[in-house]
Structures are given as structure tokens and as C-alpha cells.
């Protein structure tokens, strides 16, 4: 039986907002996107629907940010520190990334509130998203501005940064479902075996931070 | 079919625009919809200076950048090496006009304005309708060695008035299949001297995307495989340990 206290709050409500804000508006521009690179989808493109589609999937996209920085702020500015944090352990886990590839979370190095993958995958995406937002505006916005050559080069920058992006979705996806992790994005709690087996480190913080009862609304972040 | 080209002869066009009109009865065209353009331009300098407006439009390029970045195929190649254009495929997107290196192509509601080629007319052997209306006999159809042979006799014979005459066929996008007699620098008429297809685009098409693609075919491929074996491994440890991810 589980009981309210073997619940641990792993995502905040803007997190999880932001999540599916991302989710759903990166989805329609791959989508729609893809219209433009299988030749067999061309049709769908004449006419001009899947531009206006992929045109308001953008302004989602590039709303993702500003939405987590207003609503979440300091969970925002610890995602991108986290991010970009690699401790030696980090470090050790990626030396044994093959096993947890093949399903095996036990026995690795400890793991903080998001693993050594996990900062990867942030740290990758972070850069990709600048790179496709500022191509794909230039392709939006700054055609006229923009020589023939430099255009040719945000095509490139684009579809580079896309496929980059495409890649660890189905990456993301791959562990989400391996691991059974959808739920804790959908109601942004994990089990307290889960957090002890995967981020025990994480787990030992929230028990410290549990100690000193003012500061337990950290938890989430 | 051997290569095809259009010579416009600059020196004898009388700037009458029936190449224009005759252009948009072919392609049905509404008045205010144009492939061929004419454009302002002087010659000389003062206090010898002629004003002339002249015809611009599709080039047809051996080495296309319209076609390279057209993303749904309304714009292609013939047997005739002209360029032609399938309005009903057009999604209006602008790249070729953007990649266009004599900026040609425009984008009006929703689809490109560009030359077809008259495909139905130049596929069966018959010159385009701009030629076939000429009256000056400024544009020619005929195949594309020939064409050039001509282009070349012209310039020859210009060149003892204007000494700047000159055949403009730019070798950077592999030469054109419209030939152009100029009686001036290409400068005087708002042309590129040394237009090239730009390497990004050989990159984008021949690179990025086929790499790309092959990628993310083969990691879904891999990530459906993997999954089965990992799904199986992760529920047997969780099992032993009694963790579960779900809240």
C-alpha cells in the first residue's frame, strides 16, 4: 500500500505545464515540418495550412521559455544550472550509460534530482532550441534581409538542429517508457523506492531539507 | 531531346512587352500576374545616355538553385534543360525566391509568379510563346549549341559600336539555358558578374538531409529493439526490489 508520505513531488505545475506546452508545440512543428522534407507529404503543403500550423507552433515554442521563467523561476534557473553541471559521478555514469540504456537503474553511481543523461539531454536541447529559433526566425522573418548564401545556411542550421532534436525525443521517449515515467510527468509525483533507487542523492537533499520543517516547499525544485 | 535554350538578344529588343502579354495569355494569366518582368536600366553616361527597359525573367540555370531548395518539386527540369513549373505543387513558401541568384521568382498570394517553360509547347518541339511572339526577333529557340553559336556571331558583330558587347551565360550556376546578348557589362542591366549556386544549399539537400533522415530511421529502428530488451530488464529489477516509477 502506498500512502501519501511514499510520494514524492518530482515536477512542479508550471514544470509540468511547460513540459506539454513544449511537448505539444514541438510535435506540430516536426509534424508539419515534415511536409517539407518527405516528398511524398508535399501535397499537404500547397495551399499554405501546414506554413500557418507550423507558424503557430512556433510562437508556442518560443513562448516555452518565457512561460517557465514567469511561472517557475527559480526551477527554470536550477534546470539550466543542473544542466550544465557534470559531477564526477555524472561522469561515472556515463561510463556505465550502456546498462542503463539495456534497463538496469540499480547499482549505477548516484544520481541527483535529474541524472547525468538527463543534464545531457537538457544541456543539448538548450543549445538546439537557440539554434533552431534563430534560424527559424531568420527563414520567417528576415528574408529579406538575409543573403541568398546565409539563407541557404539557416536551412541548414535548422534541419541540423531538427534532426538533432528529433533524435533525442526518441531518445527521451525511449527511457520515459522503458522506465514507466510518464505519470510522474502527468501528476508530478514519483514513489520514494523510485526516487531511492534512481536519485538518491536528490532523496538525501529532501530528507535534509525535510529536517528543517521552514524550508520543505523547496521540495519541488 | 538535346538541350534547349532561348537566346534574348538585349540589342534588338524593341521593348514592346508582347513578350510579356503573350506570356500571360499562354498561362492564363491575370493581369496583374507576370513571369516576365521589364526593368529600367541607362546606358552611357552623360551627355550620351539612352534609357531602356528590359526583360527579365527565368534564366534557366543548368545547375538550379529554385530547384535544389523547392521543397515540394512544382519546380523542375525538362528533357529540354529548360526549368518548368508546376503552379498546382507550389505552396508558396518563397525559397526560390530567396535562393534565386538574379532574384527573379516572385511570391504573390500564396504562389511563385515564375517562368513554366512552356512546358506543353517547348516539350513537343514548338518555341516557347515569348519567342514564337517576338517581333524583333530579339528571342530565338532553338538547341541550346546553336544558340550559343549565335549569341557569340552577334557579339562579334557588336563589338566594333560597343565595345563592352558581350554573350552572358554564367558558368557559376553551369551556364543558363536563357542566352543573353548583351551590348554592356552585365553591371549597366542589374546583373550578377559571377552568380554561383550557393554551397550551403548542396549541403542542406545532398548532406544534411539524407543524413539526417537515415538517423532518425535508424535510431527508431534501434530505440524499438532496444526497448523490448529494457522494458523486460527494468520491470524484473523493480520487481526484485519492489520500486515503482508511477505515483
Not at chain 1, 79 to 93: A, E, G, P, V
Amino acid at each position: 500500500m502506498k500512502g501519501k508520505a511514499d510520494l514524492i513531488l518530482r515536477f512542479s505545475r508550471a514544470q509540468r505545464a511547460v513540459h506539454w506546452l513544449l511537448t505539444v508545440s514541438f510535435f506540430l512543428l516536426t509534424l508539419t515540418g515534415l511536409v517539407l522534407l518527405v516528398p511524398t507529404l508535399s501535397g499537404l503543403g500547397t495551399g499554405g495550412i501546414s506554413r500557418l500550423l507550423h507558424r503557430i507552433g512556433a510562437v508556442a515554442f518560443l513562448a516555452v521559455p518565457v512561460c517557465y521563467a514567469l511561472f517557475d523561476g527559480r526551477g527554470f534557473k536550477h534546470l539550466i544550472y543542473d544542466s550544465f553541471h557534470f559531477d564526477k559521478d555524472d561522469l561515472r555514469w556515463f561510463a556505465q550509460m550502456p546498462r542503463y540504456v539495456l534497463g538496469h537503474a540499480k547499482n549505477l553511481p548516484p544520481q541527483g534530482r535529474i541524472n547525468a543523461g538527463e543534464k545531457l539531454h537538457h544541456a543539448t536541447l538548450i543549445l538546439m532550441y537557440l539554434v533552431i529559433c534563430l534560424s527559424g526566425l531568420a527563414l520567417w522573418l528576415g528574408k529579406d534581409l538575409v543573403s541568398a548564401s546565409l539563407f541557404g545556411w539557416m536551412l541548414v542550421a535548422h534541419d541540423v538542429a531538427m534532426f538533432v532534436m528529433v533524435l533525442l525525443t526518441i531518445g527521451h521517449l525511449y527511457f520515459a517508457l522503458v522506465y514507466g515515467a510518464v505519470g510522474a510527468m502527468v501528476t508530478g509525483y514519483v514513489t520514494r523506492a523510485y526516487a531511492n533507487m534512481e536519485h538518491p542523492k536528490w532523496l538525501a537533499q529532501l530528507d535534509a531539507a525535510a529536517s528543517r520543517p521552514a524550508r520543505k516547499e523547496e521540495q519541488a525544485s | 531531346m538535346t538541350a534547349q535554350a532561348i537566346l534574348q538578344d538585349m540589342s534588338l529588343c524593341m521593348e514592346c512587352q508582347g513578350c510579356r502579354v503573350a506570356c500571360q495569355m499562354q498561362n492564363g494569366l491575370a493581369p496583374d500576374q507576370v513571369y516576365i518582368r521589364f526593368r529600367f536600366h541607362e546606358q552611357g553616361s552623360y551627355p550620351k545616355v539612352t534609357h531602356h527597359i528590359g526583360r527579365f525573367t527565368c534564366l534557366h540555370c543548368t545547375e538550379a538553385a529554385c530547384i535544389k531548395v523547392c521543397p515540394t518539386g512544382a519546380v523542375y527540369k525538362g528533357e529540354t534543360a529548360l526549368t518548368h513549373f508546376d503552379g498546382a505543387k507550389c505552396s508558396g513558401c518563397g525559397y526560390c525566391a530567396e535562393a534565386c541568384p538574379f532574384q527573379i521568382p516572385q511570391v504573390k498570394a500564396d504562389k511563385a509568379l515564375r517562368c513554366t517553360g512552356c512546358e506543353q509547347l517547348t516539350e513537343n518541339g514548338k518555341s516557347p510563346a515569348c519567342v514564337a511572339t517576338c517581333m524583333a526577333g530579339a528571342l530565338s529557340f532553338g538547341s541550346a549549341d546553336e544558340m550559343l553559336q549565335k549569341a557569340e556571331k552577334r557579339v562579334a558583330a557588336l563589338k566594333k559600336q560597343h565595345p563592352n558587347a558581350q554573350v552572358y551565360s554564367p558558368a557559376g550556376v553551369g551556364g543558363t539555358h536563357l542566352i543573353w546578348v548583351l551590348r554592356d557589362s552585365p553591371t549597366v542591366y542589374g546583373l550578377p558578374t559571377a552568380p554561383e549556386l550557393p554551397v550551403s544549399l548542396g549541403v542542406w539537400k545532398d548532406a544534411v538531409q539524407p543524413a539526417g533522415k537515415l538517423a532518425m530511421a535508424g535510431t527508431l529502428l534501434l530505440a524499438g529493439l532496444g526497448f523490448v530488451i529494457a522494458r523486460r530488464n527494468h520491470l524484473r529489477e523493480t520487481h526484485e526490489g519492489g520500486a515503482k516509477h508511477e505515483g
